[in-house]
T-cell receptor
Framework: KAGVTQTPRYLIKTRGQQVTLSCSPI?????VSWYQQTPGQGLQFLFE???????NKGNFPGRFSGRQFSNSRSEMNVSTLELGDSALYLC???????????FGPGTRLTVT | AQSVTQLGSHVSVSEGALVLLRCNYS??????LFWYVQYPNQGLQLLLK??????LVKGINGFEAEFKKSETSFHLTKPSAHMSDAAEYFC???????????FGKGTRLSVIA
């Protein structure tokens, strides 16, 4: 099976802009989670989608949003970018039967 | 609320020496515990998980971890370090296995030739 894919791998944006990141889970997995990784805060949970419904949400402002499509692919959007949004954004595909999450390579977002 | 504490942000060992990475957790319910490894410019790879089946868990690449409820610990060990083990290691907890992971701050492992 192919692993979790994330596009794009690298992004450079300017403050105030918005950005959309994409994640394709492992075939057959219907649960997708998003995490933000920064040197200062470490790995923090953003949100999780299962069967197109948001199931859990982390403690992030409303500028961070996501959605999931019927084919389980997920997107996350960040509006009005701030310098502090610079981070590695990781997507994880969950096999709920064996309680394991598999991570993609991440999207490195730099906000200037 | 759950939390994870990884003691030591950086651990350095000689090639062939024992690797010991420490993880203590806090959870109000029986936890599910995980160790992940991250190589530079890559995502996280699952090394092993504890789901209450056995207290000693064996994972990939020769790593294992022991769940000790009395110490609320889940330390990661490997008998003999290889240069390829140099990476960042994260301990994580969830309360049911299908809820969001709460990660520790990570421990960077360096292996010296």
């Amino acid at each position: 099976k192919a692993g979790v894919t994330q596009t794009p791998r690298y992004l450079i944006k300017t403050r105030g802009q918005q950005v959309t990141l994409s994640c394709s889970p492992i075939s057959g997995h219907r649960s997708v989670s998003w995490y933000q990784q920064t040197p200062g805060q470490g790995l923090q949970f953003l949100f999780e989608y299962f069967s197109e419904t948001q199931r859990n949400k982390g403690n992030f402002p409303g500028r961070f949003s996501g959605r999931q499509f019927s084919n389980s692919r997920s997107e996350m959007n960040v509006s009005t970018l701030e310098l502090g949004d610079s981070a590695l954004y990781l997507c994880a595909s969950r096999d709920r039967a064996i309680q394991e999450q598999y991570f993609g390579p991440g999207t490195r977002l730099t906000v200037t | 609320a759950q939390s994870v504490t990884q003691l030591g942000s950086h651990v350095s060992v000689s090639e062939g020496a024992l690797v010991l990475l420490r993880c203590n957790y806090s959870s109000s319910v029986p936890p599910y515990l995980f160790w992940y490894v991250q190589y530079p410019n890559q995502g996280l790879q699952l090394l092993l998980k504890y789901t209450s089946a056995a207290t000693l868990v064996k994972g990939i690449n020769g790593f294992e971890a022991e769940f000790k409820k009395s110490e609320t610990s889940f330390h990661l060990t490997k008998p003999s370090a290889h240069m390829s083990d140099a990476a960042e290691y994260f301990c994580a907890v969830s309360d049911s296995g299908n809820t969001p992971l709460v990660f520790g701050k990570g421990t960077r492992l360096s292996v010296i030739a």
